[in-house]
T-cell receptor, first 113, second 116 residues
């Protein structure tokens, strides 16, 4: 069965610091992986997706993620946090043959001045 | 935003009453989904649809039913609402062109349901 695990329900960083949000996946076949962001009282927006074309994926708002098969990871990073990055971030996985997207439990990013 | 409208945006209802939430899309996408979001659980799939009158269960389907009589509308019904169904409900759509497995989901803004 496919699943994702997000380590840390809350991550706190200072403005300008590196952002690292962790996601590990479990899949018996090469997965499709996604990161979404949710701002308060809104739906989820797609940040980026991995579809096997390249292991380093660049997304919106300066975020990127690297697919590491050996570590079954797809961590999300941003070199320099901005106050506007404060939100909840979700990792999700989908396998070929399944239309369902399975989400992790989310990580809330807090950015302090 | 993708053309997804959820209604109502907020609903308070009493235990035991039926409730229907509506999702309307203007994108003509084949796939539609209902998720619920709860603290500590992320988003969990309730039901999804892969075409008109074609639906399937997700991981938390008990107590819920769905219908899709038109491409643009996907209805979620709580047959007899319980307090455990207090949640935020999100509708999502996904296109079916080409390799649909790497097509992202696009989400509506959610319906906040409170069952008292």
């Amino acid at each position: 069965a496919q699943s994702v695990t997000q380590l840390g329900s809350h991550v706190s960083v200072s403005e300008g610091a590196l952002v690292l949000l962790r996601c590990n996946y479990s899949s018996s076949v090469p997965p499709y992986l996604f990161w979404y962001v949710q701002y308060p009282n809104q739906g989820l927006q797609l940040l980026l997706k991995y579809t096997s074309a390249a292991t380093l994926v660049k997304g919106i708002n300066g975020f990127e993620a690297e697919f590491k098969k050996s570590e079954t990871s797809f961590h999300l990073t941003k070199p320099s946090a901005h106050m506007s990055d404060a939100a909840e971030y979700f990792c999700a996985v989908r396998n070929t043959g399944f239309q369902k997207l399975v989400f992790g439990t989310g990580t809330r990013l807090l950015v302090s001045p | 935003d993708a053309g997804i409208t959820q209604s109502p945006r907020h609903k308070v209802t009493e235990t035991g009453t039926p409730v229907t939430l509506r999702c309307h899309q203007t994108e003509n996408h084949r796939y539609m989904y209902w998720y619920r979001q709860d603290p500590g659980h992320g988003l969990r799939l309730i039901h999804y649809s892969y075409g008109v009158k074609d639906t399937d269960k997700g991981e938390v389907s008990d107590g819920y039913s769905v219908s899709r009589s038109k491409t643009e509308d996907f209805l979620l019904t709580l047959e007899s609402a319980t307090s455990s169904q207090t949640s935020v409900y999100f509708c999502a759509i996904s296109e079916s062109q080409g390799n649909s497995y790497n097509s992202p989901l696009h989400f509506g803004n959610g319906t906040r349901l409170t069952v008292t």
